[in-house]
C-alpha cells in the first residue's frame, strides 16, 4: 500500500469511529462496549447506557472535542472510554481532570457522599508504557510502599498501550491472542489477512460498525479530516490541529 493510500484509509483507531462503534445502542455495541470494560476492569456489566451518544459531524468539525464514551451500568457505576493518539503531559492531566470531574458532577450542592459512585477511566493509548512492557496498566491512589489507599476507590485509570500488541504478536503469534488483545492489534494495524480470518464477535463488530459507518458520508468525512488535522499536527507541521482540520474538511 502506497503512502497516498495508507493516507485514505481510516484508522480503526479514529476516535470518531472508536465513539460511533461504542456508543450506539444495538446490539453490536452494547456488547462491545460491556466486552471491553469486563476485559479491562474485570467488571461484568449487565446494562450499560451511553450518556453523551452525540455524534453531530457539525460539532466535531467546529473544533478538536473529546470524543469519549460515558457508560453508565446498572449499579451507577460510571465507565469513561476514550481512544487517544497522542499522550503529552497536558494529557496526563487531562485524564486526572476528567476523571475527578466525572465524580464532582455525580452530586448536587447539598447531596450525601455516600451517593457516589466509582469512576472507571478506559483510555487507549497508542503510546509504548513509561516504566513497563504492559499492555494494560491500572492506577489509583496508593502509599509509598505500594498499598491502595482505598480499595473502593472512586477513581480508577486504564492504560491500554497499543504499540504492546506487536511484541506480544511477535512472541506468541497472533492465533494465541484473546478477543480483547485482537481488537487490540486491529487499533494497531488496521485490517490485515490475520485478523480478517478471525473469529471473534469483538472484533467482528468493530469491523461491522466500520462498514456501517462508511453509508454515512458526512460522518466518514469528518472521521477522514479528523485524522488527516491530527497527522498535520503529529507531523509537526507549522498549522496548528484547527487549521489543519479546516483545511481537510474543505476538501469534501
Not at 449499579?75 to 469513561?80: A, E, I, T, V
Not at 503529552?88 to 457516589?116: H, I, M, V, W
Not at 472507571?120 to 493509548?125: R, T
Request: contains cysteine; hydrophobic residues 35%; charged residues 30%.
Amino acid at each position: 500500500m502506497t503512502r497516498k493510500q495508507q493516507e485514505d484509509v481510516l484508522n480503526y483507531r479514529n476516535d470518531l469511529f472508536f465513539k460511533y462503534t461504542l456508543s450506539r445502542e444495538d446490539e453490536g455495541s452494547i456488547f462491545a462496549r460491556n466486552t471491553i470494560i469486563e476485559r479491562v476492569t474485570g467488571i461484568r456489566v449487565k446494562e450499560s447506557t451511553v450518556m453523551n451518544p452525540n455524534l453531530d459531524p457539525k460539532t466535531i468539525g467546529k473544533k478538536k472535542i473529546i470524543l469519549d464514551v460515558h457508560v453508565k451500568d446498572e449499579n451507577g457505576q460510571l465507565f469513561c472510554i476514550e481512544m487517544q493518539t497522542t499522550f503529552t503531559e497536558t494529557e496526563k492531566k487531562r485524564f486526572e481532570f476528567y476523571g475527578a470531574r466525572a465524580l464532582n458532577d455525580q452530586l448536587n450542592s447539598g447531596e450525601k457522599y455516600e451517593l457516589l459512585k466509582p469512576v472507571h477511566q478506559i483510555i487507549f493509548i497508542d503510546e509504548y508504557p513509561w516504566n513497563n512492557q504492559n499492555l494494560m496498566n491500572h492506577y489509583q491512589m496508593r502509599t509509598e510502599k505500594g498499598e491502595v489507599e482505598n480499595k473502593k476507590a472512586l477513581i480508577k485509570r486504564s492504560y491500554i498501550h497499543l504499540p504492546v500488541i506487536n511484541e506480544l504478536v511477535r512472541k506468541q503469534g497472533i492465533l494465541k491472542l484473546n478477543d480483547f488483545e485482537q481488537l487490540c492489534f486491529l487499533f494497531e494495524n488496521n485490517e490485515n489477512d490475520a485478523i480478517l480470518k478471525t473469529k471473534e464477535r469483538l472484533v467482528k463488530v468493530f469491523m461491522e460498525k466500520y462498514k456501517e459507518m462508511q453509508k454515512n458520508d458526512k460522518l466518514w468525512s469528518t472521521a477522514m479530516a479528523i485524522q488527516m488535522g491530527e497527522a498535520r499536527y503529529r507531523n509537526g507541521l507549522n498549522d496548528s490541529y484547527k487549521e489543519g482540520l479546516e483545511k481537510a474538511l474543505s476538501k469534501d
